[in-house]
């Protein structure tokens, strides 16, 4: 039985980012506490407030922000945090090393009904020469991550993070640790699975409206096997599902607001969940080239997602490839 500190340390893990998923840690857990506990904490439904990107919030991702924002902030090797729930980057300690964006709780839409939710999280190293309460801070490509992860509350808790030396997950056992379960997590390089949001396909470009007709076809089509679908509506439950069994996950570039180049927020969900897919294995795409590519030009910046097993991602790249 390993416990993820002794693995971090085993691993060579510096001392102060051992330090800052630490405390990730103790705010998930604290999260964590609150969902098992749902309508007897009176933390279900919906707030009266709108965040940032226009969406109603609901109680939990309220709390869980304001749970991980107390905690981050109270750490000295942070020097800033960024949320999807925040208008503008948090300045933390100004000699902090660390910058850390996330997403509170991925797929809070499913609280209400008890589906798996999630909190992802990045992380990166302040450039000197910037503060890290600015925007230009954080202007950096996912290629310049520390580490990333996600916890996903479903009928347990899995710690799903990478350091840059692959892939590894760890379940929070009931003495409030989190304990090594799979090491070297690595996802198969085809697949017969994939997940999309169906109702949006009239609004997709003609690229992935083909990709997507090509794959209900099954063994008949040009794709020559048959295809399940899946569709949670939260991501740290598609990519949980792709990193234990394989799969694709879609969220195309679509019409209905086409001055937004996806849906998907770079920094809090596409970024951290591609450094996991590619340690893994995979191969994360906005359908036409990396998405750890891609270059910030704001800290809510959306993007187009492909991600998951190798192959399959490739070939629906082939399906948006230019001539």
Request: a negative charge; aromatic letters at 8%; proline letters at 5%.
């Amino acid at each position: 039985m390993r416990l993820l500190n002794q693995y971090l340390k085993h691993h060579n893990t510096p001392d102060d980012l051992i330090d800052l998923i630490d405390s990730l840690m103790l705010s998930c857990k604290e999260i964590a506490i609150k969902l098992r506990e749902g309508a007897l904490a009176g933390v279900l439904g919906t707030s009266e407030g709108i965040n940032v990107q226009g969406e109603t919030q609901k109680k939990l991702d309220i709390i869980s922000n304001d749970i991980l924002k107390a905690v981050l902030l109270d750490n000295p090797t942070v020097a800033g945090i960024a949320s999807e729930e925040e208008d503008y980057p948090v300045p933390g300690n100004p000699d902090g090393k660390y910058l850390v964006t996330f997403d509170p709780l991925d797929g809070s839409s499913n609280i209400d009904v008890n589906v798996s939710v999630g909190t992802i999280f990045s992380i990166l190293e302040r450039p000197k020469h910037l503060d890290g309460g600015t925007e230009a801070a954080f202007m950096q490509s996912g290629r310049n991550q520390i580490a990333s992860g996600y916890v996903l509350y479903g009928p347990c808790a899995v710690l799903v993070l990478t350091t840059g030396q692959g892939v590894n997950m760890f379940t929070l056992s009931h003495g409030g640790d989190f304990i090594l379960t799979e090491e070297n997590v690595k996802i198969p390089e085809h697949t017969q699975e994939f997940g999309i949001n169906m109702s949006n396909q009239r609004f997709w470009e003609p690229e992935m409206k083909n990709y997507v007709s090509d794959l209900l076809q099954g063994e008949e089509g040009p794709l020559g096997k048959r295809y399940n679908m899946r569709w949670v509506a939260s991501m740290v439950a598609e990519v949980h599902r792709i990193l234990t069994r394989g799969g694709i996950f879609l969220y195309p570039w679509d019409n209905r607001d086409p001055s937004k180049p996806g849906k998907l927020r770079l920094m809090y969900e596409g970024n951290p969940m591609s450094y996991l897919i590619e340690q893994a294995g995979g191969l994360s795409t906005t359908c036409y080239g990396h998405i750890m590519d891609v270059q910030p030009e704001k800290i809510h910046q959306r993007v187009s997602v492909g991600l998951g097993s190798k192959a399959e991602v490739e070939t629906m790249m082939q399906y948006h490839a230019k001539d």
